[in-house]
């Protein structure tokens, strides 16, 4: 899988649930770098995510970045988040889009 997308980066979104996780062990055991971007509710998961991924695989390299994706302005988003990639200088190979988003019905 590494050598057909390139193998240097995967962003997963929503990574702390059990179907994000597992995605990123799969990743990290495929030798892909892993970056996990998510709600700031999960910043704890993630961070246990972070060392269980480089414990189980410490050739690979393993970030995250907190987006609340309900509770910002969606532009703001999208700028923030490049600017954040551009400052991580990374080359992203494979992207699991893991997120969703509910609206209230009223």
């Not at 057909?4 to 799969?26: K, M, P, T």
């Not at 695989?57 to 302005?73: G, K, S, T």
């Not at 703001?76 to 019905?105: C, G, H, K, M, W």
Request: net charge negative; charged share 20%; proline share 3%.
């Amino acid at each position: 899988m590494k050598e057909r997308y390139g193998g240097h980066w995967a962003v997963v979104l929503n990574c702390a649930d059990q179907l994000g996780s597992e995605v990123c062990l799969f990743l990290a055991k495929s030798g892909f770098n892993v970056l996990m971007i998510g709600p700031s509710i999960d910043r704890n998961a993630m961070e246990a995510l972070v060392f269980e991924l480089q414990a189980q695989n410490p050739e690979i390299q393993v970030n995250f970045l907190i987006y609340d994706y309900a509770n910002a302005d969606q532009k703001f988003l999208i700028e923030s988040f490049r600017s954040q990639l551009d400052e991580l200088d990374i080359e992203i190979s494979l992207l699991v889009n893991n997120a969703t988003y509910t609206v209230p019905v009223t």
